[in-house]
């Protein structure tokens, strides 16, 4: 192997190391931003309803529940929280026969924001800081991209 071979073989090596190493750094940015932990409450079904729900990808079908809970000594009654989501109608039908009205669950409520729920403890917070990592290396393609196109560019001016 010739000395630039070996040169473009360290350069990438080193590369896709600044990448991972931006791929962690942003996970744990995100998941050290606002409360650690919400605060967990115990929450009742009122009802459940299965829609049609779709995230950017292909249409699912949700199922929502309809449930009140206290929270700092306020009543929340009727909040509606996503519980699950599946590509089939039977599925999300037979996960809707294990929220039966008058269940009791936890839910999680923000510190701060008590009308804010989830069923994760920390909001959905580490879940967001995974996809955003993942997209971390697109992100540092298209800075390269760029800057590779505007040197070359101001390189042919000159």
Same mark, same amino acid.
């Given at each position: 192997?010739?000395?630039?071979?070996?040169?473009?073989?360290?350069?990438?090596?080193?590369?896709?190391?600044?990448?991972?190493?931006?791929?962690?750094?942003?996970?744990?940015?995100?998941?050290?931003?606002?409360?650690?932990?919400?605060?967990?409450?115990?929450?009742?079904?009122? $009802?459940?309803?299965?829609? =049609?729900?779709?995230?950017? %990808?292909?249409? *699912?079908?949700?199922?929502? !529940?309809?449930?009140?809970? &206290?929270?700092?000594?306020?009543?929340?009654?009727?909040?509606?929280?996503?519980?699950?989501?599946?590509?089939?109608?039977?599925?999300?039908?037979?996960?809707?026969?294990?929220?039966?009205?008058?269940?009791?669950?936890?839910?999680?409520?923000?510190?701060? $924001?008590?009308?804010?729920? =989830?069923?994760?403890?920390? %909001?959905?917070? *580490?879940?967001?800081?995974? !996809?955003?990592?993942?997209? &971390?290396?697109?992100?540092?393609?298209?800075?390269?991209?760029?800057?590779?196109?505007?040197?070359?560019?101001?390189?042919?001016?000159?």
């Amino acid at each position: 192997m010739s000395s630039r071979h070996w040169r473009l073989l360290i350069l990438s090596g080193l590369g896709g190391l600044g990448v991972l190493v931006a791929m962690i750094a942003v996970f744990l940015t995100l998941t050290s931003i606002g409360h650690d932990e919400w605060t967990a409450v115990d929450a009742k079904v009122l $009802r459940t309803e299965i829609k =049609s729900y779709r995230s950017g %990808g292909p249409p *699912e079908w949700a199922l929502f !529940v309809n449930l009140s809970y &206290t929270a700092a000594g306020k009543r929340y009654d009727d909040s509606v929280l996503r519980v699950y989501s599946h590509e089939e109608w039977d599925a999300t039908k037979a996960e809707q026969r294990k929220w039966p009205p008058g269940r009791i669950f936890a839910i999680y409520h923000h510190p701060d $924001r008590h009308s804010e729920t =989830s069923l994760a403890r920390d %909001g959905g917070r *580490e879940a967001t800081a995974v !996809v955003v990592a993942l997209f &971390t290396p697109l992100a540092i393609f298209f800075c390269t991209l760029i800057v590779i196109v505007v040197r070359r560019r101001s390189r042919r001016r000159v």
